[in-house]
């Protein structure tokens, strides 16, 4: 089912309706500032299991979330001096940084080394569903591991619209994924370079 929302003034009404299905351990596919991601919240374990099947990925490779704000961080990583001002600068923005995980994160969003990727994108309705859910959301790409990424709500419903509760359409996104950065003892290391500017990290 696909649900119309506008991308600059999420309605409140139907962000509570996204909110619900999430709350019923629903999946849906949502825009980011990037492109869009199919999400559940955190604390679902059938959400968060059946994300997996429908990406066909390898349960070894856990799925970074959205928080709402740098405030609502700090309860899932640990947040150094040093890495809340970069973080600070640069979101929300199109970045995912990898941090220490609290003992709030599930083990199945953890990696093997007990860290996180965390992301604040720069999209009113991602944020919106973040605050109304009152804690974060899985995010992962909107297609199957390996193959390309949708941009068009539509061909995210003709694709897998089977296999999710909701696909929400904030427009087209061209976005490229997000740059992943580490911040791990306060060392500053790409991941993985996406939309992103890494520019930055060479004037530190």
Known sequence: MIISIN????????IRQVV????????????????????????????????????KRDARKPFSFICA???????????????????KRHLPGP???VLEATRVVPDSLMTRQKTVGIRIPQNPIALAIVQELGHPLVTTSANVSGQDVYHDPLDIEDALGHQLDLVI???????????????????????REGSGDTSWIHQL
């Not at 704000?69 to 973080?87: G, R, T």
């Not at 427009?171 to 991941?191: A, C, F, K, M, P």
């Open 7 to 14: 991308p600059e003034n999420p309605q409140l009404r139907l």
């Open 69 to 87: 704000d740098l405030s609502d961080v700090s309860n899932y990583a640990q947040v150094s001096n040093f890495a809340f001002k970069i973080m």
């Open 169 to 191: 359409d904030g427009g087209i996104l061209r976005g490229d994924s997000s740059t992943v950065i580490s911040l791990i003892g306060d060392q500053v290391e790409v991941l």
């Open 20 to 55: 619900d299905k999430l709350k019923q351990g629903g999946v849906i596919a949502y825009p980011t500032d990037t492109n869009y991601g199919i999400g559940c919240d955190i604390f679902n374990k059938k959400g968060v299991k059946n994300i997996y099947q429908i990406k």
């Open 95 to 97: 970045y995912t940084f």
